[in-house]
């Protein structure tokens, strides 16, 4: 967007990694909905389409932002009139520097997982966001352990109810194909002779696309396709390696069998989670997919930035962070404007997207001493993606975020096919959760933009029976 706007400028794109992350295939489903594919692409693509930018690959060492300079890893130091921050976040690791403990956050560590999980016969998932949920489903022929905080699955996404629609897909024993992915996949050229080289674990790799495990191959060593036993309502209280478990003299479990009684587990394994309920149970390795912090650590030292609750930098409804000049957008930044009732934040690629295109023309117009207003990305919380082979779309306030007790939902699900859920106030709707093929997402996402009165339609509103898209033409 910058590269369009000032083609005779110059601008530098600085990025540890290699490849760069590209949107592909967009596709504007509605007016605040939007799927897209993200792509790894060299970064001499980018260069050749637009010859103004130039992609310097390393990593950023010191911002020091009262000389307008940025110092690289490389020894070089850099001049800017604007700058925009958009370093991303890393995985919240349970424990740092334990070798049996993965994040997944970026291509590298997926491919590390892929392979520790070949060797496999059981691993432990901690974690209730998205990666854990697309993880736990996608993962055959291990046994998964996988422990949540929440008292039902993927809590960021969706409520009780939905979990329970989810649950039967995790336990059937035979797995339909899955809904074609078209999406092309770059590898680095000669990768596949050649091992890639890792990035150390500190360092970062760009957040994965929405359909990060394609084309991976996520399968243990057991025959079996899929084992899944959750722990509700539990976190890591310790973890063990072999010889201090072995010292400990304690009993860890086996895999539990339905309604029978767990037995202690006779096989030693290289490492154990004891979680907060009390249970221990043996594993080959533990993925740790309890979200992510923003990745603000270069850039505060020397720094006055305003930080957010959340750790990322604060910036106003123009991108602005509390320096001149810095401007943030993505995962980095913590939204402190005084957002629309049916907005707020969430760390997706969705956001980032849409951020970075605003932050762009706010730098723009800020460049140029133009008034700018608000996105209309930013009116709507909207949000699609695939879970367990079934298309979910979350709509404003789904989980009812801030309202209270004042409010009320109305459900319609249909066992094995859809689950609709709306999220009313005063009779308005202020979100919504469709799962599943359910056409409505153009008519809710207009109910909740215009905040029209529906109370005259009361159970209706959700009537398989009455077409109503029709009502609100």
Not at 42 to 54: A, D, G, T, W, Y
Not at 242 to 248: P, S
Request: negative net charge; hydrophobic residues 40%; glycine residues 8%.
């Amino acid at each position: 967007k910058l590269a369009m706007e000032f083609p005779s400028e110059d601008i530098f794109l600085m990025t540890a990694s290699p490849v760069i992350k590209a949107i592909t295939n967009f596709k504007q489903v509605s007016k605040t909905l939007e799927e897209f594919d993200v792509e790894e692409q060299p970064s001499s693509l980018l260069e050749k389409r637009h010859p103004n930018i130039k992609v310097i690959q390393s990593g950023v060492k010191q911002l020091k932002s009262d000389e307008r300079k940025i110092f690289t890893e490389d020894g070089k130091e850099y001049m800017y009139e604007k700058l925009c921050l958009c370093a991303g976040a890393k995985p919240k690791l349970i424990s740092e520097g334990n070798p049996y403990v993965l994040g997944i956050r970026d291509t590298d560590s997926a491919k590390a997982f892929q392979k520790n999980l070949s060797q496999s016969e059981r691993i432990v998932v901690v974690g209730n966001g998205g990666i854990a949920l697309e993880l736990v489903y996608e993962i055959q022929g291990c046994e998964v352990i996988w422990a949540i905080k929440d008292k039902a699955i993927g809590n960021t996404f969706f409520d009780a109810g939905a979990a329970e629609f989810l649950i039967p897909k995790l336990t059937a024993e035979k797995r339909e194909a899955p809904i074609e992915c078209k999406r092309t996949k770059y590898t680095m050229e000669g990768s596949e002779e050649k091992e890639r080289p890792v990035a150390a674990p500190d360092q970062l790799g760009s957040a994965l696309g929405p359909d990060w495990h394609e084309g991976l191959c996520l399968k243990g060593s057991k025959e079996f396709s899929h084992k899944v036993h959750i722990e509700i309502l539990c976190e890591v209280k310790k973890i063990h390696l072999q010889e201090e478990f072995i010292q400990l003299q304690r009993t860890s479990l086996t895999f539990p069998k339905e309604e029978k009684n767990v037995e202690p587990d006779e096989v030693l394994w290289p490492v154990y989670v004891e979680l907060t309920n009390g249970k221990i149970y043996g594993c080959d390795f533990i993925v740790s997919a309890t979200g992510v912090v923003p990745n603000v650590k270069p850039f505060l030292d020397g720094n006055n930035f305003a930080v957010g609750e959340d750790g990322g930098l604060k910036v106003d409804k123009h991108m602005h962070t509390s320096l001149p000049d810095i401007y943030a957008a993505g995962d980095i930044c913590t939204a402190s404007w005084e957002p629309s009732p049916v907005w707020h934040q969430m760390r997706l690629w969705t956001q980032a997207r849409q951020m970075g295109w605003y932050a762009a023309k706010c730098m723009a117009a800020d460049t140029l001493g133009e008034s700018i207003d608000m996105d209309f990305s930013f009116e709507l919380f909207a949000h699609v993606t695939k879970f367990f082979n079934y298309k979910v779309v979350v709509l404003g306030k789904y989980n009812a975020q801030g309202l209270g007790l004042d409010h009320e939902l109305m459900l319609r699900c249909t066992k094995g096919q859809e689950y609709v859920k709306v999220v009313m106030q005063n009779g308005r709707m202020m979100g919504a959760v469709l799962i599943g093929e359910t056409d409505l997402e153009e008519t809710f996402e207009n109910l909740i933009l215009n905040q029209m009165d529906l109370s005259a339609y009361g159970e209706d509103l959700l009537n398989p029976d009455i077409d109503i898209e029709d009502y609100f033409d």
